[in-house]
């Protein structure tokens, strides 16, 4: 379980730059044989801003260069995952959507949330760029997404655009989505039964 920075304290950039981090150090480990696992077969999953997360590290949204010579070894490492899954993530931090409704999201938090946008305008530009649907690619590995249709913090349509966005990337991964009837911003058996799923999917 990984435990990043959190804001008001460090800005999303830097949680993000955490959790590659992260999942450099788990990689590094593992060849060194201090866990039983495969280097390369990785998975990561989260819930709500944590499967935001998830999805960002899949689609390598704001990825630093991988530098073979950086003087700390976890930094020689990828952050790349072989495989993600996500409840009801954030997909984009341009618009919350879903079918007729567009909520905007204000891109106002603390000031030092967003050290590199100084205006309004600057802070919107970022949008696309901390927005893991803007990120897909043809090199997005198998992605489970799990998302109830009664989520009023996290809308269904987050998760469905993300899916239509990798529809249309030739060669990308289709998620697979799964939506839960009358479900909103978690349930109670979704410790015990969607965690199982996603343990099995894995």
């Known amino acids: ?23 450099r150090f788990v990689r590094y480990s593992a060849k060194q044989r ?3 696992i495969e ?14 997360l998830a999805l960002t590290i899949a689609t390598q949204t704001l990825a630093p ?18 495989c993600a899954a996500a409840f009801f993530p954030p997909t984009s931090f341009i618009d919350l959507h879903t079918e007729g409704d567009r909520l ?11 050290p590199l946008a100084k205006t309004q305008e600057e802070r919107a530009s970022l949008g696309p760029r ?11 590995p198998p992605i489970r997404i799990i998302h109830g249709d009664s989520d009023a913090s996290v809308p269904l349509g987050q998760s469905r655009m993300f899916v239509a966005k990798a529809a249309c990337v030739s060669g990308a991964a289709v998620p697979d989505l799964i939506v839960r009837e009358d479900k909103g911003h978690g349930w109670p058996e979704m ?3 969607d965690w199982a799923q996603i343990q099995s999917w894995f």
């Open 191 to 193: 410790e015990e039964e």
């Open 65 to 82: 260069v991988l530098d073979p010579e950086a003087a700390d070894p976890v930094d020689r490492e990828s952050s790349e995952v072989q």
């Open 39 to 52: 280097p390369e077969r990785l998975g990561i999953v989260g819930s709500s801003a944590g499967g935001s």
């Open 104 to 114: 905007k999201i204000t891109l106002e938090p603390a000031p030092n949330a967003w």
């Open 1 to 23: 379980a990984v435990v990043h920075g959190s804001a008001p304290k460090f800005s999303y950039s830097e949680i993000v730059q955490d959790v590659h981090r992260a999942v």
């Open 130 to 140: 901390i927005s893991p649907v803007e990120h897909v690619t043809s090199a997005l």
């Open 34 to 36: 201090r866990w039983d």
